[in-house]
Structures are given as structure tokens and as C-alpha cells.
């Protein structure tokens, strides 16, 4: 039945005979099989050599039947399939992984078979196909491919330790980060490796080298940032992970060592160096951060970083520094300067906001601080009434759509600080804010977005760019593309809105009903 002209007949006969030895090893109805299934591995049509080399595997070894050559004919159809198709068709190539899965009984042979034959089978679509099986079986032979030629082999191995979590071949893959030019793919899960094996030293030196990606460089030193702390949701795959809790100090001594080289780099790295600093409170670091905040030349994100870094460690220069701050022209720089001042001088800033907040003069970003500050005052009168009076323009609707979310997150955040003596009912007044939305939201002939109309002025785009980078909570690069990276499920968000027309409000939409409409 295997000849038959049908080539649906040819499959159907082809998985019989191959499942008839599935379960239970070596079966009589299977004898003569292989003989009949062989010369199906070079069916003209695909499908039938598919179904063949899984059925070739599923059958195995049999008693008292000597194939020709040695032990390495369990594997030989599968490895001769690979070289054939030479990774044409993914489905072909996937078959014969799975027939090579099929047939292994232990990991470890199938890496002798394919080693012993190298003079025939060492070619980058076998190696592919052995590296596969291997990884089905979560063998630590897949080590042995992260020495490979190919990077494309590297970079599947990376894949397979890290993703599968192949701890016995886990330090093999951490060692890897050392060396420089990985593909992305490999230089993310050889990082990220070294925090299971717990060797912080591999990853702070690939932060500070230079050459590096600077986004793998950032992620590295956000690695080191959440040593202490990494969270259960793994960086790389999303997968719940356990983690024993760990000492800083590790990490912030690695840090220490590599040194200034960790700021040497892009605008992103420095910048992330110096809020893992903060973080960390190495003080080593306060004289180059003080360079930071000082140098007109350098962004402002950077040097308002480099600012609340040196505050953070507690560095003796923070409060001079504050005062160069506050006199800068960069509104940026004078709001971090003010909150920095807030902390060491809260009464005295607190008697500047009332006017600050009145004069239209002011510019957006000290104003959206000058609610910060109040968010994280003590406990204070002057500091609810102020506050309180906001939230009375808010319900009156006389409150800059750029700032009624901040001036609603600082009522909420000083509501919900455990402990803080409050003088005034904040909560029930960002409550009945609150309420007028959702009703308006909820009637049917009312706005759908109501709710969510607050954000659509405001905000700071720096801030969302790396929530949609780095955020794995919300993790955006899953589906969509941004300056190149990312997912390919959803659409580039690089000129979305200038290529389709739209305004904010119907990306708004997109994000809090997704559903409403359909995107093309």
C-alpha cells in the first residue's frame, strides 16, 4: 500500500506501519517496515518523505535485522534527508527532527552517531537538525553547538539552553557573553544566563564594553539593577522563573570594577547607568555624575538622570548641584533640581509651589513636578490644601488637560501612602472625579473613552518609549515594531499616525478597545 498511486493512501499506510512500534519499542506488525518505508525518502512529493523519515523513527531499531554500516543507520535516513533538503522546506526539515526525536533513546547517541560521521554529515543543515532533536530532548549536549561556525547554529543552541532552561549546559551559555559580536539573540540569553548561574562580574562587562549593542548593553545593566529583586517574570521568554534572593552588593561590586566604562556609550546607556547607580547607591560614582548633570552638552534626560543619581547616593555635592540646577534653562533640569531642593528643603519649596502652579509662565514639565513634589511630601497641611484646591478646579473643569493626571495621581498616591496624616478627604474628591468619567462612559450615548480622555495631553515621551522598550509587564515589543525592533503580529509604530492620518484619540482607542476597530 506504501507504492500506492494516492498519495494520501502513501501517508496513511506510511504513519500505520510507523505508530505500530510507537509505544511499545519493536512490534511484529512493524517487520519488514523500514524496508518498505525507505524508499519513500525520496517520494517526489514532500509530504510522503515527511511522513517517512517520522515513521523511520518511531519504528527504531529492530531485532535480528542488521542494517548496513554500523549503529549510525538508526539515524542515517533522518541525517540524509537533512543534507537533501538543506534547509529548503521548514516542514521537511522539521520532520526529520522529529523522526531524528523518534529515534533516540538516549541524547548521548545521537550525538556519538553524528559525530562519528562528520566527514559526511558536517554541514550546517544537519547540525541544525541535530541540534533541534537535542533540544526536544533537553540534552546539555546542546552546548556543543555554541562553539559552532555558523552563528545561526549559535544562536539556536542560546536558544535552546536558555528557553528550555537546560540548566547542566546554562554556564556553558554564560560563558559565551564574553565574547563580542553575538548575534542579538545569543548576547541577550548569554547575559541573562550569568544571572542564573549568579555570576554578575560576565554582565558588567558587557555593560561596559563600548562596541556592544546599546540596547543589550541597557538590558545587561538593568539585569544588574534587579539583582537583589528580579521579579518572577523571566526577561527574555515571559516564563514564570524562581530566583533565590541574591546580595546587592554582588552586583554593585561588579559594577565597581569595571568602573567609568559603563557611562562610556550612547545617550540610553549612560542614562540607564546612572538610575542603576541611584538604585544601587554607589557612591563612586557621584564625582562622574556630577560631570553629568554640569555638561550643557549632554541631553537633558541624561543630566536630569545623572541629577536624582547623585541625590539617590547621597552625595554631599546634591544640594549645590540642586541650585545649578534650578538655574539651568532647561525647564527639565530646573523641575528635577526643585524636587531634589524639595527632599533637603521641603518647607521653603513648599511656600514657592501655590505661585509657581498660578503663573502661566511656568512650563510644563516644573509644573508636572511641582504635583511630584506634593505626591511625596510628608505629612502636611499646606501641602493637602493646596492639593485639595486643584482637585476643586478639576471637578469644575478648569484644569489644563496637561496636568489634571498629575494633579489626580498626586491626590491618589497621598491618599494611599500608609501612614500619612492627611487634613483634608482627597480621595473622596478624586472619587467623585472619577465617578462623573465612568458614568459618562458607561451611558450609552455618552463617550466610550471618557474614562481615559485624561491622558491624551500630557506626559512624557521619553518616559513612554521606554515603558514600551524595557517594560516587561506590558511587554509591546511582543507584537510591534519599533525602530526596527520587535514583533512583526502587529503593525510598525514608527509614523503610525502620520501614515494612516489618525489623531491621539484613535490611538487611545487602540490601546484601551482594541476591539472597536480593526487596523488594517
Known sequence: VVKDADVSVKIAAIRALGNSSRYAGYSPDAEGAPEAIRPRLTDTDARVQAAAVIAIGKIGPQPNVIFPGSALSNFAPMFDLLKANDDKDPYLRHAAVMGLVHATRNPVDLWNAWSLAKDKYDITSV???VLLALRKHGSDKTAEFLTDAEPR????AARAIYDERIMAAMPALAKLADKPALSDATAFR???????????????RFAGRAGEPDYIRAFALDLLGNWANPGRRDPITGITMELAAREAK????????VGVKIFAGSDLVRQRAAQVVAKMGIKEFGPLLIELVKDAKSPVSLRVEALFAVDAINDPGAKELAGFALASEEPRLRAAGRGVKAKLEPVAVLKELPELLKDEKTSLAEKQGAFAILAS???SEDADKLL??????????????????DVLDAAERRAATPKLKLFVGLKAKVDKYRGAQNKLAGDPKGDKLAAHLDSLSG???????????NNSAVYCQRCHKLDGQGGEVGPQLNGLAAEMGKDRRYLLEAIVLPSANIAK
Open 127 to 129: 547540525r541544525m537538525g
Open 388 to 405: 485639595d484646591a486643584w482637585l476643586d478646579e478639576a471637578i469644575a473643569g478648569k484644569v489644563s488637560p496637561e496636568v489634571i493626571l
Open 377 to 379: 511630601m510628608k505629612s
Open 250 to 257: 554582588a552586583a554593585a561590586e561588579a559594577l565597581k570594577a
Open 459 to 469: 506626559g512624557d515621551a521619553e518616559r513612554g518609549r521606554n515603558i514600551f522598550l
Open 190 to 204: 548569554a547575559i541573562a544566563a550569568n544571572r542564573w548561574v549568579g555570576n554578575p562580574e560576565a554582565i558588567a
Open 153 to 156: 547554529i549559535v544562536a539556536e
